[in-house]
């Protein structure tokens, strides 16, 4: 069966500082997705990485794929509060179905 | 233009009951999803539909069923609830069943068994 890691699942930091959500994932996919949830809300697309050396950047969030690796990265650069949410990252296997596996979710807190 | 839309938001039910929950994709989509997020983890895919053919099952029981109607929305049923069924049960629209497709999630029926 397919897994999907996040690692950290908790993270707190400071306003201003860089750090990075790491995702791996144990079967061949070109498929990545990043999404953001806030408490007791859906879940809003960030990014679809498409192809390895993928590389996305938004804002203050920037994501890449390495499928030979297989690990994403999504990097947040110099963290403000508005950035407090969940974060998940989401690996098609490419069944024919819009199917995603996803992580457990990284917990993220930007501290003032 | 309306997003996904599911509804009820909240639904209280006791073990055994039936529910159905319901979701319109956002117009043009022809592809719906189900997702089931237990409090503290990841969605975990329950069904795809496309074009009113299931095209994606996920490891849920039999109790779990689903179906698609011509205008494209689709109902999620649970049968003979358990408490382990409590959850957030997140609706997703895209335009093509597969391939380079963003999915776009509704807010999700919280459903809780008692």
């Known amino acids: 069966e397919l897994k999907v890691e996040q690692n950290p699942l908790f993270l707190s930091m400071q306003e201003g500082k860089n750090y990075t959500i790491y995702c791996n994932y144990s079967?061949?996919?070109?498929?990545l997705y990043w999404y953001r949830q806030d408490p007791g809300k859906s879940l809003e697309s960030l990014f679809v990485?498409?192809?390895?050396?993928a590389v996305k950047q938004e804002g203050r969030l920037m994501a890449s794929l390495d499928t030979k690796a297989r690990l994403s990265t999504l990097h947040i650069t110099a963290a403000v509060h508005d950035l407090s949410a969940t974060y998940f990252c989401?690996?098609?296997?490419?069944?024919?179905?819009?199917?995603?596996?996803f992580g457990t979710g990284t917990r993220l807190t930007v501290i003032p | 233009d309306a997003g996904v839309t599911q509804s009820p938001t909240h639904l209280i039910k006791t073990r055994g009951q039936h529910v159905t929950l319901r979701c319109s994709p956002i117009?043009?989509?022809?592809?719906v999803s189900w997702y089931q997020q237990v409090l503290g983890q990841g969605p975990q895919f329950i069904f795809q539909?496309?074009?009113?053919?299931?095209?994606g099952r996920g490891n849920f029981p039999d109790r779990f069923s689903a179906r698609q109607f011509p205008n494209y929305s689709s109902e999620l049923n649970v049968n003979a609830l358990l408490l382990g069924d409590s959850a957030l049960y997140l609706c997703?629209?895209?335009?093509?069943?597969?391939?380079?497709?963003?999915?776009?999630f509704g807010s999700g029926t919280q459903l809780s068994v008692l």
């Open positions: 997703a629209s895209s335009r093509r069943a597969a391939g380079n497709e963003k999915l776009f």
């Open positions: 990485l498409l192809s390895n050396g």
């Open positions: 539909y496309y074009e009113k053919e299931e095209r």
């Open positions: 989401a690996v098609d296997p490419s069944t024919g179905a819009n199917n995603l596996f």
């Open positions: 117009s043009g989509h022809k592809s």
């Open positions: 079967t061949t996919s070109d498929r």
